[in-house]
């Protein structure tokens, strides 16, 4: 009898788009966000991805001591795949950006694969009583350019390279695809890859189901065999484009740094409650969910007692 095919979840549990005053359920202290990823993990996260956030304001914070708040409390309650981010937020230095994975050295660190125009702006016509006035600056700001130039990859690469971590590559656009794969024929990074294709986020690719399909086609064309593709679609989009990603042999992410919602009009009052719902829609494909030792296994992972916290 055949083996149900294992699909990943990966949980973004708090991030550096969305803003304290959008959602009283965005974690936003250390407690909150160990206690968020770990509540993910329970209810089916194979993979936790982790930013920091200041706990008083909720502005993004890259320091590892910010991290080492949270990094330790989730291994000690949790056997998940930790993964770290060093995109930070796009108005951070590359050098503050990688600085947590480079210090802690996880099993995944995320890599965003290109520059981009990043419009936040949006959201202020949905959100208007905000709390802090750095959420309004930064929202309002149209001159962002997520810098993620070839240099600036490469820094990243080899500032981790002794660390054994493995890489999940985020790709906004048909271009960021090309780009790895320019890393990926010199030898830079390796298969197993695990690639990550973002939908709906101003400045990426749109979420039209033309826009999934054109992203993998393009990496069936570019790398064949050697790679596990996951999505995540921003907001409104984040189920249905999970649904046709798992549909279509994916893997998926899920969480509140994504989307802060869990139906039209209603707001996830956890990240526990998205993982639960996108694992009802793959086992109701009659698929099987991925634990943390299964996607260690996919992904060639180094083991959660190899990290550096």
Not at 21 to 40: F, N, Q, R
Not at 249 to 257: A, S
Request: net charge negative; glycine share 10%; hydrophobic share 40%.
């Amino acid at each position: 009898m055949a083996r149900a095919r294992k699909v990943i979840i990966t949980c973004a549990v708090t991030g550096a788009i969305h803003t304290p005053s959008m959602s009283p359920y965005l974690p936003v202290t250390p407690e909150e966000i160990a206690d968020a990823a770990i509540g993910a993990a329970e209810a089916g996260a194979a993979i936790v991805h982790l930013h920091a956030r200041n706990p008083q304001t909720g502005e993004p914070d890259q320091t590892p001591e910010a991290f080492a708040k949270v990094l330790p409390v989730i291994k000690q309650r949790s056997s998940c795949v930790v993964n770290i981010t060093t995109g930070g937020a796009p108005t951070m230095t590359i050098e503050e950006r990688v600085r947590p994975a480079a210090t802690f050295k996880p099993e995944v660190a995320s890599l965003n694969l290109g520059s981009m125009n990043f419009g936040l702006f949006g959201m202020l016509d949905r959100f208007k009583d905000l709390q802090h006035e750095w959420e309004r600056t930064y929202l309002a700001n149209k001159d962002i350019i997520f810098r993620n130039s070839f240099g600036q990859i490469e820094h990243i690469l080899t500032t981790c390279a002794g660390n054994d971590t493995r890489f999940e590559f985020e790709c906004y656009d048909t271009a960021h695809l090309y780009n790895l794969k320019y890393f990926f024929d010199r030898g830079l990074v390796k298969a197993p890859l695990f690639i990550q294709t973002v939908f709906g986020l101003q400045g990426g690719i749109g979420s039209h189901p033309d826009d999934v399909m054109h992203m993998k086609r393009t990496a069936d064309r570019l790398f064949g065999d050697q790679y596990h593709w996951s999505v995540l679609g921003a907001g409104r989009n984040q189920m249905n484009i999970a649904a046709m990603a798992a549909a279509m042999g994916g893997n998926v992410r899920v969480g509140l740094e994504d989307s802060l919602w869990a139906g039209p009009g209603r707001l996830a009052q956890s990240n526990a409650e998205q993982v639960a719902q996108v694992r009802r829609i793959i086992e109701g494909l009659g698929l099987e969910v991925a634990t943390p030792d299964d996607a260690r296994e996919m992904l060639s992972l180094k083991g959660g007692d190899r990290v550096g916290f």
